[in-house]
């Protein structure tokens, strides 16, 4: 049973690391051919290629998810932007080669760690936004709620003017009767002290004066009451049309503040943790950047190893062999034109060819003026 269990976990073992060295791009022909050591090799290039495919596919569903909000639609992306990382460093790793010379090799393998470097940056980013999530989501928290102080500054740039123009409109309303009221209680005063001999005549009683000014105060209390009247429907029309420009300026308010409170996309993330401290960040770059480059790395450091040697020799064989090929068909095309050249000279100094064609050209040259003849004069 034991050993059952032994030869169950091997076949696993070698299906799994048969798996990492078709994820490296080697060749598994020449690969099968080399040793254990070099096999392993390239199976820990695989795996660094797989699971930085894994890691992608992470990365980039949650970053979807952030845009669409769909947890099936960012899985469903997700897988096809894991896959493409995959080919691409797949790619990557396999076609840099061993050389003879080293500066070939930093040069062959430049742009490609360029790429690397994007690949890593574009798998870094999501990974961080979701590392400081809690973190993120204070920032946009302060940032929503400058945006709701923002809006309802801007808002009420729209209607503050307006209401202030109704509430000065009112005062002066208000004004107009304070001011016929005062009009009102010095007339008041003035035909009591006439009465009482105070003022004016200084005749106590009720005389001619007295009903003069008892009739001009009469006169401005009826006024007075009349202007209340007529500006007491004048304040009420305008604290109407208070009213409404406060419940439009809160209906803006509320209207617009769904807007703010979904300001939490990819981009408003983005921007959002470049306000925290970089350190965290950069050291989360540098370890993708560490992953996604060391298989090229790995490459370039390690000496020509047996897979090389033979990958090199069957390459060199193959190109050999087309040049073989090629300089075959460049002799028979010569030796060919050689032949044809003296074959083409023989016939050329036979008279029964020349006499053939001298016949077969003059009967052509006859169906020629013939058919002219027979042309002109269809014309005339």
Known sequence: MMRTNRQSIKINLTMLKQFFIICSGSDTDILNDCSIGEQNKYAGVGATVFFTAVMAFIASSYALYTVFDNLLTSIFFGIIWGLLIFNLDRYIVSTIKKRDNFIDEIIQATPRLLLAV??????????????????????????????????????????????????????????????????????????????????????????????????????????????????????????????????????????????????????????????????????????????????????????????????????????????????????????????????YGDISTEEELYAYKKKMASELMKKQQDAFYEKQARIL
């Open 118 to 343: 994007i690949i890593a940056i574009v798998i870094a980013k999501p990974l961080e936004l979701k590392i400081f999530e809690k973190e993120i989501n204070q920032v946009l928290l302060e940032q929503k709620n400058d945006f709701t102080l923002a809006n309802k500054d801007q808002i009420a740039q729209q209607y503050t003017p307006k209401i202030e123009t109704l509430n000065n409109e009112i005062l002066a309303l208000q004004n107009q009767i304070d001011t016929k009221e005062a009009e009102v209680n010095d007339l008041y005063s003035t035909y009591i002290a006439e009465a009482e001999g105070r003022e004016g005549t200084l005749l106590l009683g009720k005389g001619p004066v007295y009903k003069e000014k008892r009739e001009k105060h009469d006169s401005v209390l009826a006024e007075l009451q009349q202007l209340k009247i007529e500006n007491k429907e004048k304040i009420v029309s305008t604290e109407a049309q208070i009213a409404k420009l406060e419940n439009e300026y809160e209906t803006q308010v509320v209207t617009s503040q769904p807007i703010i409170d979904n300001f939490d996309g990819l981009m408003a993330r983005v921007n959002a943790l470049s306000e925290l401290p970089w350190l965290p960040s950069f050291f989360i770059f540098l370890l993708f950047l560490a992953i996604e480059t060391s298989p090229i790395f790995a490459k370039l450091i390690s000496p020509k190893g047996e897979y090389d040697i033979k990958l090199n020799d069957n390459e060199s064989e193959l190109e050999n062999w087309a040049q073989q090929n090629s300089y075959q068909r460049d002799v028979l095309l010569n030796a060919d034109n050689v032949i044809n050249d003296r074959v």
